[in-house]
């Protein structure tokens, strides 16, 4: 899933910040992991916002955030 934020000065391409959000599943469905990357028009993805790792019955394993 692929979100895009321009902000109210927006003057070219530049300016707008592209997120994209990760999710993985295991093989039953459940989710495995959750990340998130944000990245503008030249740069290279960052990663930003909690990162979320779960085990194969959905129970949270652990988390960072960035």
């Known amino acids: 899933m692929y ?3 321009i902000p109210k000065d927006y ?3 530049l300016d707008i910040i592209q ?3 990760v999710y993985a599943f295991y093989k039953n ?3 495995k992991s959750e ?5 503008t028009y030249d740069s290279e ?3 930003f916002g909690e990162w979320i790792v779960y085990d ?5 394993l652990n988390s960072t955030h960035y």
């Open 3 to 5: 979100e895009t934020e």
């Open 11 to 13: 003057y070219n391409c």
């Open 19 to 21: 997120i994209k959000n």
């Open 29 to 31: 469905g459940k989710l």
């Open 35 to 39: 990340s998130h990357y944000k990245n």
């Open 45 to 47: 993805p960052l990663k």
């Open 56 to 60: 194969s019955t959905g129970i949270e």
